[in-house]
């Protein structure tokens, strides 16, 4: 009986996944992301031996997210008014191009810092233009009972690739340097192309008549009207700014605070992946969780608290064992969060909305830029510090003046 019930939970854990357009979605991300993470662990480490400068790491960082600060919104509206699958494949395969000639600059030795600042720019706009439609085409290719455990089998391939993405670039650093770990990151996005070619569904157009602007004022309307809406995404936005940017700066940790080389920092993105993954999967095995708000305010102080542990260790093997539990928190609060838009926001809002809360996914580039000069002037153990107690003020302001939120 119990080993049935254990299947019976496994099958339902990957539901969605019997649904072929959705299964398609679902190893687009995972192998996408995947080549995303192998990119942003190379150009990191590669930005740190160009220049010696952490601020420059944040520089990099903060100018790959800072398109998406004023494009994501009018990518959330082209979601709402044009076909999601053609602006998917269009991100797709221009990211897959961009991240190839920065492979060719790099392994032909004419690489210089503006390459990698123009190419992360060009990135940036891609991404924040395409990214909405990533996220509000889901409930398109699943039935309405199979919507919550797409959102979090969604959330387990990006945090999946958090582990999948660093081991691979550690291992194409080690074998043929950076250049070799950057045409791995544009082989993935161009294989990612290949899948989305392959689904199969109605063009998703949904607010065509409407002018831009119009149809953006009204988005805004509708978020401000919702004040767990509203909540949910300055909630995302103050950890993705005051606590999230530490991750960008990683390679800083590994061999100034650390004392590790290649290898240590890239098995520091890999158990954040693992631990990220964890977060996930539980999501996907809660299901459906009554008290979700207490899970999100709880993920999320986890989270903040926890980074205050890895900023001030020394000892390398315990900044293993806290990445884990900082991964795991923070894989369960953005799943949740995610959940929660999706399931709460009509299909006509949706690309908007997730306009929006695709802004705060690059907000860490701003707190990266702002960590990196931080950590030339004071220290990065001190900056992540700070950084973290300001995201438990606001997170602890957000719970107490809205009840609703706790009681979601």
Known sequence: MKNALAN???????????????????????????????LVTAQGWLVLQLTDSAMWVGMIAFIMGIPALFLSPF?????????????????????GLLILLLATLTSTGVIAIWHIAAIAVFLGTVWALTDPAYMAIIPSLVPPDDLM?????????????????????????????VGGA?????????????LL??????????????????????????IRSNTIVLTLLLMVAGVSLFA?????LMPVFARDVLGVGEAGYSQLMIVTGVGGLGGALAAAILGDFKRK??????SALTFSITLILFAMS???????????????????????????????????????????????????????????????????????????????????????????????
Not at 149 to 177: D, F
Not at 244 to 248: E, G, N
Not at 293 to 298: V, Y
Not at 345 to 373: E, K
């Open 8 to 38: 019976s939970r496994g099958i339902q854990v990957f539901r969605s996944l019997r649904h072929r357009n959705y299964r398609l979605l679902w190893g687009t991300n995972i192998i996408t992301l995947s080549g995303y993470w192998i």
């Open 75 to 95: 990518g959330g509206v082209y979601a709402d008014r044009f076909d999601r699958r053609k602006l998917m494949l269009f991100g797709q395969g221009v990211s």
């Open 149 to 177: 455990n797409a959102i979090a089998m969604n959330a387990i391939s990006g945090r999946a690739s958090r582990s999948i993405g660093p081991a691979i670039a550690g291992v194409l650093m080690g074998l043929v340097a």
């Open 182 to 194: 950057f045409y791995g990151a544009g082989i993935a996005f161009m294989v990612g192309l290949l």
């Open 197 to 222: 070619f392959s689904m199969r569904l109605p063009a998703t157009v949904i607010a065509r008549r409407a002018s831009t602007g119009k149809t953006m004022r009204e988005g805004l309307r509708y």
């Open 244 to 248: 999230l940017p530490y991750f960008w």
């Open 293 to 298: 708000g207490w899970l999100l305010i709880g």
């Open 314 to 408: 020394k000892s390398f093997p315990l900044s293993l064992v806290l990445s884990i539990i900082i991964g795991g928190a923070n894989g369960l609060f953005y799943a949740v969060t995610t959940v929660v838009l999706l399931s709460m926001v009509p299909d006509q809002f949706r690309g908007r909305v997730m306009g929006l809360y695709a802004v705060t996914w690059y907000l860490p580039s701003i707190g990266s830029l702002i960590l990196g000069a931080a950590t030339d002037w004071i220290g990065l153990p001190v900056a992540v510090v700070a950084g973290a107690l300001i995201c438990i003020v606001f997170i602890l302001g957000a719970a107490l003046r809205l009840p609703a939120l706790r009681r979601l």
